[in-house]
Each structure stands twice: as C-alpha cells, then as structure tokens.
C-alpha cells in the first residue's frame, strides 16, 4: 500500500514538472518575434511536442494509479500517506492541471497562426543546422524538407488542440482529451476520499474477512452443505380429523432425512453450439476487398475516408468502422484489414461527421471525423 502511495506522488510531482515546461515553452513559442535565424524556434517546438506527450502520459499513470490505490485502500484500514497524496493532489496537481488547460487558446493561436509553421520549418535550417543538404547548397532538398516540416508542425498542433477541444464531439474522439483525463483523475481523487471517510467509520475488519473468504474458497470442494428441511405443512400427519385443534398438542414432530445435494460437473461439451453468421459466411472475400480498394485506396498503401460511404458489401463496411479508431492507438498490431497490417493512422480533424450506410440496411453508421491510413508495403512493392 505504501509503495502504492509514493507511486503515485512521484507521478504527481514529474508530471507537474513537465506541465510547467510545457506552460513556459507554449509562452515562449506564442511571444514574437522569433529568431529565424537558428534552430532555437525549431528545437523549442520540438521540445513542447515532447513536453506534452510525458505530461499525457503521466496523467494517464496518475489514473491508474489512483485508482488501483482507491481499490487497495479498503483492504489496509485506511492510511496517514493516502491522505497526504490527497492533500498534494488538490493544493499542487489540480492547480497545475488547471494552469495547463488555459493553454488552449494559445495552442490555437498558433494553430491558425498563418506564418508560425513556415518560422519554424525556415528554424529547423539555421545557421547552426547542420546537415549535409544545407552545408553543399542543394537547395532542392532544403526546399522539400521545409515543406515537410511545415505539414508536421500543422499536424502536431492540430493533435494538441484537439486534446485541449471542449466540444463533446472532440472530447469523445480523442484519448488523450484534457478535460476526459481531467475529471477522471478528479473522480479517482473524491472516491480516495470517500473510500477513506467510509474506512474510518467501518467496523467489519475487510482485510481479516477477506482472508477468511479465500480460506473457504480454498477448501470449497470439501464443504457438504445440506439440503433444506421442508417447512412444517398441516396435512402431513394421519390424523382422524384434521380439523380438531385440540389434538395440536399432542401431534409429535415431522422427522425428515437430509439429503446431500449432487454436485452437477459442467464440461466444455455442454457448452452451446456457436451460430455462423449466414450473411458473412457467404459473402464473397475477394468481392468486399475490391469494393474496399476502390472507395478507401488513394494509392496502394494509402487510404483516406473523408466523406460519406454506401457499400454493397457488409464485410467492407465492418472494416472501416474498425478501422476508424485506429487512430487512437498507439500501437496498430490488431488492425489487419483483409489480412494486410497497417503502420499508421490518422485523424481528419476538418472533416464534418461521416455516414456509412450498407446496401439493404435502414440504419447506418455515423463517424465523428474522417480518417486516413498507411499500410506496410506487400512484398511485390519493396
């Protein structure tokens, strides 16, 4: 339990300290003018990005934690170092939870900035870079590089103010949304709270029944438990005339026998049997693999979903509904259309809600975003 508690405080403690490089780093990016004439802007945003990232991780250790904590804590009568970690939660980790969540309106700022992501891809070239396109002039590389780091500033700063986004919609479709975290580890911290309010009023000793549980459970199978003896019933005695009361004090007791109930060994034969899906089962693979190529595949290993969908094929459609929370994945193991693994995907955020509807059915289904997606290269390509 205690190693739980400090756990969890030296959580709260680096978080709040890369909330406070990432607060002063969103400060010096959004106060200009910029020196281009170095990497200095280039490795400031660079270093933001990373600033936020350990501080989404972070939060998302401090949830686990605190609520592994507040399930533990019942178990261990309570604890002087629970309810300090609770003290440090609201007197430091909520105020800096809060003094990151105005950062919102600067990271939108920058966002729609018209000329930050040309500063920072001309940063990224500075006179201290150095690479080996800018030390021998080829300028068409220099060219295609600040191209591409134009698009990746543009695509990291939609991914922040996505997580910083108040709409329901962007809250729902994003894992790493402040306010979702937010009032997640704000709950954890008000049941750690109750969890210990209730713990000092209990008189049931948790930890010493819970042990007395397991022991039982441990000798489960060697424990008979009879069956129950009938209730006394009015006619189960001969009797001339039952309707005598004035024989009741002379009627002796109902003796019955206790009967061990069988126990009843279930094994996996009695399991059901598992229907088969008629319309998958008959629907033709190589069908639905074509009527995926050509309404996703832009090109062959890229595939953009950005605007409404009727299919013919159900296997198709149940693709691209799986496939449309990839992107709130870090790692994309699972998600193999039609046998083919992806390498990477990722959120339209400009795109207004999509409808995908199959063929024959009177309901569809509704995206909140488009999405794209990369696959790993077949064997033919490389």
């Excluded at 500063?119 to 021998?136: E, K, M, T, W, Y």
């Amino acid at each position: 339990m205690m190693q739980k508690v400090v756990d969890a405080e030296s959580t709260v403690t680096a978080n709040i300290t890369r909330i406070n490089e990432f607060c002063e780093l969103v400060h010096t990016l959004t106060r200009p003018p910029h020196d281009l004439t170095s990497t200095r802007l280039y490795n400031d945003f660079q270093n933001m990005v990373a600033a936020n990232s350990d501080v989404m991780k972070g939060m998302h250790k401090l949830d686990e934690d605190l609520d592994e904590l507040t399930n533990s804590l019942v178990f261990d009568h309570g604890s002087v170092a629970a309810t300090h970690l609770a003290k440090m939660l609201n007197d430091q980790a909520m105020p800096a939870f809060n003094q990151l969540m105005k950062q919102g309106a600067r990271i939108g700022a920058l966002l729609h900035s018209p000329r930050f992501s040309d500063q920072v891809a001309a940063s990224q070239q500075g006179s201290d870079n150095l690479d080996i396109a800018r030390a021998i002039g080829n300028q068409t590389a220099l060219t295609i590089r600040h191209q591409r780091t134009q698009r990746y500033v543009q695509t990291k700063l939609q991914q922040l103010a996505l997580s910083f986004s108040a709409s329901t919609s962007d809250i729902d479709s994003s894992l790493d949304s402040l306010y979702l975290l937010f009032q997640t580890i704000m709950t954890a911290n008000q049941r750690l709270s109750q969890e210990y309010d209730a713990i000092q009023n209990q008189t049931v000793d948790a930890q010493q029944l819970t042990m007395q549980i397991d022991h039982l459970l441990d000798h489960y199978q060697s424990v008979v438990i009879n069956g129950s003896i009938p209730r006394h019933l009015a006619l189960d005695r001969d009797l001339e005339d039952v309707t005598d009361f004035l024989e009741a004090t002379t009627m002796g007791p109902v003796k019955y026998a206790a009967v061990a109930p069988a126990r009843v060994i279930v094994t996996a034969a009695d399991n059901p049997e598992v229907a088969v899906d008629e319309a998958l089962a008959t629907e033709n693979v190589a069908a639905s693999l074509n009527e995926f190529r050509q309404l996703i595949m832009r090109e062959a290993n890229h595939g953009v979903v950005d605007h409404d969908l009727t299919f013919n094929s159900r296997l198709a459609r149940d693709e691209v509904v799986r496939l449309a929370s990839a992107p709130g994945y870090r790692h994309l193991e699972s998600f193999a259309p039609f046998g083919r693994p992806i390498i990477s995907a990722q959120v339209l955020v400009r795109t207004p809600r999509i409808s995908l509807q199959l063929v024959g059915e009177t309901f569809r289904v509704w995206l909140p975003q488009g999405f794209e997606i990369w696959f790993a290269k077949e064997s033919q390509d490389e």
